[in-house]
C-alpha cells in the first residue's frame, strides 16, 4: 500500500513563484526522501530528511518534517521551467533495507 | 560511469510469453530493488536483494521472479506476461549497507512494458 500521499495531485504557478508540495504518512519512520522525476526518466533523489531532524535545506530546496503530525512539506523557492517534474516522497522504515515506500506524487509544472 | 542501467528501454509482449529485465549497476552497491510505476501511482516494491545470492519479496511480487546472481546485475523475469503487469519498471540501488537506511537510492530510466 502506498505509505504517502502527496497534496496537491497537480500544481501549476508561473517562473519565479514559489512551489509548496506536502506529503503525509501513515507509520513511523526512519527517514523521509524526496525524489524528482522527469518524463520519461527515472528517479533523482533530491534531499533527505531523517526522523530527528526538522527541516533541512539544499540550494533552494526546504524540507520540513512533524513526525507527530506524520507530514511533511517540499519548498522550491524562485521556480524555473527546469523544475516541471513529478515530485514523490518516499520514507523508509524498520532497518530500511527492504526498499522504500512511495507516495503518488505532485506533477509540478512552471509556467515561463 | 555509468550508474543504474537496465535493459531493454521498451518491450512490448503477448500474453503469456516470458521474459527477463536486466539491472546493472557499476557502483559496487549491495541493495538493489526492482519497482513498478502505474499512471497516477508512486513506485510499488516488486522484490529486493540485500546482497549477491539472496532475494526477497516486496509489495507486489505475484507473477514475478528475481535473481542476484552477480552483485552488480539484478533480474526481474516474468515467466508468463499478463496485461495486469503493463507497467512501467525501475531498478534501484543503494551503496554500503552500513548507514543504509540514511542513504538515498540510485535509479536507473526504467523499461516501458506492454502486454497485449
Known amino acids: 500500500s502506498q505509505q504517502g500521499e502527496e497534496d496537491p495531485q497537480a500544481l501549476s504557478i508561473q517562473e519565479g513563484e514559489n512551489a509548496t508540495m506536502n506529503c503525509s504518512y501513515k507509520t513511523s519512520i526512519n527517514n523521509l526522501q524526496w525524489y524528482r522525476q522527469n518524463s520519461g526518466r527515472g528517479l533523482v533523489h533530491l534531499i533527505l530528511i531523517r526522523s530527528n531532524e526538522r527541516e533541512k535545506h539544499s540550494g533552494r530546496l526546504r524540507v520540513t518534517l512533524d513526525t507527530s503530525k506524520k507530514s511533511s512539506s517540499l519548498l522550491i523557492t524562485a521556480s524555473r521551467a527546469a523544475d516541471t517534474a513529478s515530485y514523490f516522497c518516499?520514507?523508509?522504515?524498520?532497518?530500511?533495507?527492504?526498499?522504500?515506500?512511495f507516495g503518488k506524487g505532485t506533477h509540478l509544472i512552471i509556467q515561463p | 560511469n555509468a550508474g543504474v542501467t537496465q535493459t531493454p528501454k521498451f518491450r512490448v509482449l503477448k500474453t503469456g510469453q516470458s521474459m527477463t529485465l536486466l539491472c546493472a549497476q557499476d557502483?559496487?552497491?549491495?541493495?538493489m530493488y526492482w519497482y513498478r510505476q502505474d499512471p497516477g501511482m508512486g513506485l510499488r516494491l516488486i522484490h529486493y536483494s540485500v546482497g549477491e545470492g539472496t532475494t526477497a519479496k516486496g509489495e507486489v511480487p505475484d507473477g514475478y521472479n528475481v535473481s542476484r546472481l552477480k552483485k552488480q546485475n539484478f533480474l526481474l523475469g516474468l515467466e508468463s506476461a499478463a496485461p495486469s503487469q503493463t507497467s512501467v519498471y525501475f531498478c534501484a540501488s543503494i551503496s554500503s549497507p552500513q548507514g543504509y537506511s540514511n542513504q538515498p537510492q540510485h535509479f536507473g530510466d526504467g523499461t516501458r512494458l506492454s502486454i497485449l
Open positions: 557502483m559496487n552497491h549491495e541493495y
Open positions: 518516499a520514507t523508509t522504515s524498520g532497518g530500511g533495507a527492504d526498499g522504500l515506500t
